[in-house]
Each structure stands twice: as C-alpha cells, then as structure tokens.
C-alpha cells in the first residue's frame, strides 16, 4: 500500500485520504478522473494522461486550478515518497462542497497511489470471456467516474461465467466498461469502433503500432460480425491488451488468444520499453 | 447548519462527516440514498421514503444491514440532537470500500440533516422555467446517486434563462433530474408521464389527492402536447408543486401559476397537515 496521497494542497497519509460528505462527487455521482501506470518508477504516456484530465475536467466544468507543470512535480514527488513500483497512479477531480448539494463550486483534487499489477501470461493464454448489453455510456468521451451500469452488471456478468462486459446499441457494439474492444477479420484487418466510445490512450497506441503492419479500420462492428471474427482483443492502460476468447456463449476464432493479437502485445511491449528507456 | 451526522455506527461531528477515498460513491459514482422533509421536527412520510430506500438499495446490490426499526431510532435521535426545525435528512448508501476499485463491498451509511425551506408564495406565484434535452436517465426507477447529466447541464440551462431541464426521448417527456412533471389539460386532465422514470413520492400522493376532484392519467406526453396545454408544474419532496410556466421558448397557459396547479397545492398541503397532526 502506498504512504502518502495528495489532497488539493498537501502531502497527507493515505489512511487519512478523507473527503467531506458534501463533495459533489459523494452526493450526485459528479467528477473526472485518470489513471496511469508506472514501469519502475516512470510513468507511462504521462502526458497523454494529463492531456486527458485536462480535456475531461474543462468537458465537465471543473476548474483544474494546477498546471501541468504543478500536476508534474506533485506527482513526482508521490513516486520518491511512496516508492512503490510497478504501481497506477490515479488523479481524481470532484464536483467539489456544494451549499445545495448541486451546483459545482471549486472541485477536490486527489492523487493516490496503488500497487498494481499487468495481467500476466497466463492471464494472457486464457483470455477472457464477454457478455454484451445493450447501453450506452453518459457523456463518453469524457473520463467520468461513472461507473454506475459497469459495477451494477456484476451480478449478470457473474451469472453468466464472463469477466466483463461489452456494451452495444441496437447490436453496434462500443467499448467495454474500462477498456475497448478490437476485432482481427479473417482479412487480417484490425477493427475497432469509433462511435459513442471513450479513445482510450492504449487504444490509439495500438492503433498507431498496428498500421505498420496492419490495415486498421475505424468503424461500427456488429455483433454478428465479432462472432465470424479470427480474433478479438481488448485494450487498457492496466489490461495492455488481452485476447476476448468467447462473447456471450459463442468462441471466438480458436478459444485463446490469436496470432495477431499476440503479435500486437509484442509491438505494444516493445513500444513501451522503447518509449521507457527515452523518458 | 446541523451538529451532528450519522455514519455507520455511530454519531458524529458534522464537520467530521468524511468518507475515505477509496468508497465507490468517490471512485466510480455508485450509490442510492433518499431525502425526507421535517415539518417542524415531524418526519414527513417517512415510511415511504424508507421503504423506498431499501428498494434502491436492493436493486443496487447494496447490503443494507440496518432494519427500518433501526433506522428510525437513528433518525430520532439525530433529530433530537440536532434541534433543527423545517429541515431536511438525506440518508445515503454507498458502494463502500473496495479494495479493486471495482467491487461493491460492505456499504457505508451516512446519514445528515441541513437546513431546509420549501418554496414560498412568490416563488410559487412566478414559477418555473424549463429547457428540454434528450436524455434517458441510468436505471430511472431507482433513486441512485447518479446526477452526472442533470449538473452537465447547469451552464446550458442558465444560458437559456431557466430554471431546470426537462428529459424527453424522441419528444416523449419523462422528468426533471430531481422532480416529475404533469400538464393540466385544457378538459381539466391531470397528466403525468408512466415511463422511464422515478415515480417520486410526492407524485404518488399528488396522484391519489387530484383523482378525488380530477380524472388523472398516466400516460406517453409529447412535447407538442404541454405547448398546448392549460397548465405544467413540477413535483418534488423539496418543491412540493411549483408551476411551469414555460417550456423552451413557449409560455405555457397564461404563463403564471395556474388555478388547478394552485388548488392542488392547497390540497397537498391539507393533506400534509393532517397528516402531521396525526403522528
């Protein structure tokens, strides 16, 4: 467990990481967040992540009082703090103590810090299993911290023997809660949608990696389609990529994780310690 | 401002009221929780509202661990001890600690009373503006902590000079983020819609008193509908009825508080206070 977190201005213990009752975040579900991992000690696209906060807090109405330079050197010095490797750091930013309990006033920042581990080989060779729902995500090209339809499906997910879910409407299928979904068409064709979905960071790396080697196409996937694919992937900034080997009861191409997306995983690693080794 | 607040087990400080960062309300906006007025130091309809909040919590997956006997004697004492009249107590229920990030565990119940005024004869006689937008709320039966769209909104609602949003789908209303909505039509109808939506308290009971003098339908409302009707207004545990007095860009009726909407009104609040005085 990490010591030390950071609330709006100070250092405090982790254990004390404590936020008032009103906060906008508690009472209406209101705020943005990020999260990146480390290698070692160095972040990962930290910019990128940044780049995002950024973006969702000004979507939302947050006033993000820090710079990037500020958010830079906080975070820094977190990491010598806590000195915890291999670990994610998530930035959160609420809707902040509200009078009435509705309007925004000025948000809560809080940076927190936890050990946190990639899925490994093994995790890798079995895949993991979907079930689809139809749904679609408020706002979601924003990073939320709505996740009220991804937890409340636990239950179903678990019912049903999958690991997560893949959200659709009317059969056009999006993202999953947490990651986004990739299909490898008997082609050889990488596809991914690109509707009503948060462009997750690993998502556009894979996509910048895959077209060198790859076509890669932008679009809407229907379910029948995920169902004749060769293979099919999802990807995140804790999950990197991981094999999709069945959706709702059907297989998907041999039952494991493919060829192409172990390929992928390759370049993304490679693309990583390169990328590592520079900062 | 109140004193005293409850969480979990035991009573505390208002101003210590925190909740650890780690709870699912902070880190992904997951929990219910339910508002009852005081009338002096007279809970109002609190069966209801209790009931009501062990419904949320049950379709949420939240264990509540406490019986509505329990409840109340919480609910009394932090009366008792707060002293604070013509207020309002929220009881709120969250995802609780969660050592993923992810997984609902064990709830935490916080419960705290703030000071609270219903609207007022002028506030009632100049009524209320609203501007539509498409929007279907998560799982709008139950009264769950999500009110990401309806705050979203705040900054489109004031450049259009009004007072709150109406959702609609395809032009079919539903509710307000924190109230119902009816139309009065010009055959003295009362309407309200049926679908997709909270059906909040003070609608039902609002219901139950209009059929003694009124027919009262629930029904699918068009927007074109309301435009042509005689009179809208709004219900809610903290509003009571407040008139509509324009939509949009369209003044409704004779665009201040109506006739009917004033009568039924008066038969609320008769209502109210026989109740009241009963208990």
Known sequence: MATWAFIN???IREERACIHFRDLALQRGYGVFDFFRLEGQTPVFLNLHLKRLFYSAREMHLPLEK???ELKAIISELIARNNLPNSGIRITLTGGYSADGYQVTI???VITQQP???PGKEQFQKGIKLVTYEHQRQLPHVKTIDYLIGIWLQPYIKERGADDVLYHQQ???TEC???NFFIVTNENRIVTPAQHILKGITRNIL???AREKFEVEERNIRLEEVLLAKEAFITSTTKNILPVVAVNESVIGIGSAGMIT???????QAHHQKRTSVS
């Not at 172990?262 to 993304?268: P, V």
């Open 67 to 69: 710079t990037e330079v």
């Open 9 to 11: 201005d100070e250092f």
């Open 171 to 173: 059969n056009i299928l």
């Open 177 to 179: 809660p947490r990651s």
């Open 116 to 118: 946190f581990q990639s």
């Open 107 to 109: 948000p809560n920042l």
């Open 262 to 268: 172990e390929l992928l995983l390759k370049l993304l």
């Open 207 to 209: 996509m910048e990696i």
